[in-house]
C-alpha cells in the first residue's frame, strides 16, 4: 500500500521523485472531480481508506517509525483496479523545515494543506504517529463528504486557531449523508482519528 520509489532525477536545479505510472491519479481526483466521478461507490471508497489505513500501519510498524508527516487525499494515488498506495513519505526532516516556513508565512501562501494537521503539530510539535492518524481521519471526512475540510469558512489563519481549539469538520447530514452505510460508526471512528488528545486516537 506503499508506492516504491524507482529511482530521483534532477532537472534545471530541481529534484524529483521516481514511482511507478498511478493510471487513476489521486484520491483527490476521485473525491474531487464530479463530472468526472459523479458517484463514487461506497465499496470502493472503503476499500480505498482501507489500503491507506494499512499503507500507515505499515510505516509506523517499521523500525524506527516512519511518520508521513503530510498525508491528503494528493498523497494517496490509485492504480489501474482503484487500489490506493501512499506516495511522498519518507521525507520528514524535509516537512519539518516545510511546516515552519509554511506556518510563519501562511498568510502570504496558499498553504490549505495545514488544515491536514492536528493541532499539536501546528502549535510546534514535532511530527508524530498520532498526527498522522488525525490527518487520516480529516482525510476519511474528506472522502466521505466529497467536500474540502473547512471550505467557505473563513480565514485560513482563524481556520488553523479553531482546530487548535477542537474546531473540526462538520459531521452533520448537510456534509456526511444520512443513508451512508455504518454512518454513525464511521463517524464514530473519524472523532476518534482527530481527537484534540493524541493519546485518545486509535
Known amino acids: 500500500r506503499l508506492l516504491p520509489f524507482l529511482g530521483i532525477y534532477q532537472c534545471h536545479g530541481l529534484v524529483g521523485i521516481v514511482t511507478e505510472w498511478?493510471?487513476?491519479?489521486?484520491?483527490?481526483?476521485?473525491?474531487?472531480?464530479?463530472?468526472?466521478?459523479?458517484?463514487?461507490?461506497?465499496?470502493?471508497?472503503?476499500?480505498?481508506?482501507?489500503?491507506?489505513?494499512?499503507?500507515?500501519?505499515?510505516?509506523?510498524?517499521?523500525?524506527?517509525?516512519?511518520?508521513?508527516?503530510?498525508?491528503?487525499?494528493?498523497?494517496?494515488?490509485?492504480?489501474?483496479?482503484?487500489?490506493?498506495?501512499?506516495?511522498?513519505?519518507?521525507?520528514?526532516?524535509?516537512?519539518?523545515?516545510?511546516?515552519?516556513?509554511?506556518?510563519?508565512?501562511?498568510?502570504?501562501?496558499?498553504?490549505?494543506?495545514?488544515?491536514?494537521?492536528?493541532?499539536?503539530?501546528?502549535?510546534?510539535?514535532?511530527?508524530?504517529?498520532?498526527?498522522?492518524?488525525?490527518?487520516?481521519?480529516i482525510l476519511c471526512w474528506e472522502s466521505l463528504s466529497r467536500q474540502k475540510p473547512f471550505e467557505g469558512q473563513g480565514t485560513l489563519l482563524d481556520i488553523l486557531r479553531g482546530i487548535c481549539s477542537s474546531l473540526r469538520p462538520g459531521i452533520s447530514e448537510k456534509f456526511i449523508p444520512s443513508n451512508l452505510p455504518e454512518r454513525n460508526r464511521l463517524l464514530h471512528l473519524i472523532a476518534l482519528c482527530w481527537h484534540q488528545e493524541p493519546d485518545y486516537r486509535p
Open 22 to 137: 498511478m493510471n487513476n491519479g489521486s484520491l483527490h481526483s476521485l473525491v474531487h472531480e464530479h463530472q468526472l466521478y459523479p458517484d463514487v461507490p461506497f465499496p470502493l471508497l472503503i476499500r480505498i481508506l482501507s489500503d491507506v489505513a494499512e499503507g500507515l500501519q505499515h510505516l509506523h510498524s517499521l523500525e524506527p517509525a516512519l511518520c508521513h508527516c503530510s498525508l491528503k487525499p494528493s498523497n494517496v494515488l490509485l492504480d489501474v483496479q482503484y487500489r490506493a498506495k501512499i506516495s511522498d513519505y519518507g521525507l520528514t526532516n524535509w516537512r519539518k523545515q516545510q511546516l515552519r516556513s509554511d506556518l510563519q508565512n501562511c498568510q502570504q501562501r496558499n498553504c490549505q494543506d495545514l488544515v491536514y494537521l492536528p493541532p499539536e503539530i501546528l502549535e510546534g510539535g514535532l511530527p508524530s504517529q498520532e498526527g498522522d492518524i488525525y490527518s487520516f481521519g
